[in-house]
């Protein structure tokens, strides 16, 4: 059996899930935890973006549209989290 992009995507999309739900049951907090939550979060949304909504091979303005949405709400959660230190 062949594994293609979309087969190593899935899988890293399963242990960023698993490592984000581990580290909430844990009950881990700090800036450092944030920090890689929020870094999973955008690495997993932007694999979905390029790979399972099929836009790596499309014009560069739609990659940008969504990754650009990406950057900016992760940087809304990062500017909360650090106002409410």
């Known amino acids: ?12 999309l399963l242990a960023a899930t698993a490592t984000t739900w581990f580290i ?9 935890i944030m920090a890689t939550l929020l870094v999973l979060s955008f690495l997993k949304g932007r694999f979905v973006v390029l790979d ?11 990659r940008a549209l969504l990754i650009g949405w990406l950057v900016f709400v992760a940087s809304l ?3 909360a989290y650090w106002m409410a230190l």
Do not use: H, Q, T, Y
């Open 77 to 79: 959660i990062a500017l």
């Open 24 to 32: 909430g049951e844990e009950g881990a907090a700090g800036l450092g």
């Open 52 to 62: 399972f909504m099929g836009l790596r091979g499309v014009r560069l303005m739609w």
């Open 1 to 12: 059996m062949k594994f293609d992009r979309l087969d190593f995507v899935w899988l890293f």
